[in-house]
């Protein structure tokens, strides 16, 4: 690791490496739209790897790359939707048209984690950290996605999105500041428990990301470049690295995610997650690993 004076102060400030950040990258694209926990993985590999957390705040903008991804993978439904939701503020003839709808779904479902995140913040960079804490969310919410996955009857489409489930998705959503969760698993498993099928419910969740990650990555940028204790510091060009490196590992991952929830059940994920979970507390029971 290398060190450097925090300005207007004599405490050193711990950077990342290079190597870090292109790992961490690396990770954050595989598993950002993957239920599986993008900043859960992120912290073990910071654990396992490197034995310093790079900080919520780091996790916060890698997830930039990989909402870019998501822009551009969906620009033309993203097009459609905001041309419609403008179209329909001013012409009441064209409210009954679904991508109005849908802006407003993603709107009012993009509230919870907005106000619970700000109200929250603190703990999320802190306590929420916890690699005992993220290994239970590993295990406990891939059981309810193997519950969703089991009893919802993932029949409906994303033309029969209704406001209810929106809202729903947005709570579940709001889950996902705690590492160990994940954003998609949350809302995904919503969805599927209220009826969505599995490519409906992954669709809505990507666009459903777009506000409340990119609104954190902005909102987090400052901490990445000087954090007050919660994590390592990074430079401007590692941070730009980091975007490139995620948002091309990104698009891949929902090109392939997107063509899986088609033809395959979400135990794959649900298995992986039990299996990680218990790894994890099994090392820290072994003392191999620190908790924090």
């Known amino acids: 690791m290398t060190f450097a004076l925090a300005q207007g102060g004599?405490?050193?400030i711990e950077h990342m490496t290079w190597l870090q950040v292109i790992v961490l990258a690396i990770i954050q694209g595989l598993t950002e739209f993957l239920p599986i926990s993008s900043s859960g993985h992120l912290r073990l590999a910071d654990e396992l790897l490197f034995g310093a957390d790079a900080g919520a705040s780091f996790t916060a903008v890698s997830q930039i790359g990989t909402e870019a991804a998501v822009i551009v993978f969906f620009a033309r439904d993203i097009y459609n939707i905001v041309v419609a939701w403008f179209r329909g503020l001013f012409n009441r003839a064209e409210r009954d048209v679904f991508e109005y709808k849908l802006g407003w779904y993603v709107i009012i479902a993009s509230l919870p984690i907005g106000v619970l995140g700000f109200i929250f913040r603190d703990e999320v960079r802190t306590g929420a950290r916890n690699l005992w804490i993220i290994s239970s969310m590993f295990i406990f919410a891939g059981l309810l996605l193997a519950a969703a996955e089991y009893w919802g009857r993932k029949k409906r489409h994303m033309t029969e999105l209704r406001m209810r489930d929106a809202v729903v998705m947005g709570v579940a959503q709001a889950g996902a500041l705690v590492p160990g969760v994940s954003?998609?698993?949350?809302?995904?498993?919503?969805?599927l428990a209220m009826g969505l099928s599995r490519y409906a419910a992954a669709r809505f969740s990507f666009l459903l990301a777009i506000p409340a990650v990119v609104a954190s990555g902005v909102f987090s940028l400052p901490d990445a470049f000087n954090p007050a204790g919660d994590g390592l510091a990074a430079s401007g060009m590692q941070l730009v690295v980091t975007t490139v490196i995620t948002f091309i590992v990104g698009y891949a991952c929902i090109a392939w995610f997107l063509k899986f929830v088609q033809h395959y059940s979400m135990y794959w994920f649900v298995g992986y997650r039990?299996?990680?979970?218990?790894?994890?507390m099994g090392l820290l029971a072994g003392g191999v690993i620190s908790a924090t």
Do not use: E, K, P
Request: proline share 0%.
């Open 10 to 12: 004599d405490a050193a």
């Open 274 to 280: 039990v299996v990680v979970g218990l790894l994890i």
């Open 183 to 191: 954003r998609s698993g949350g809302t995904i498993t919503a969805g």
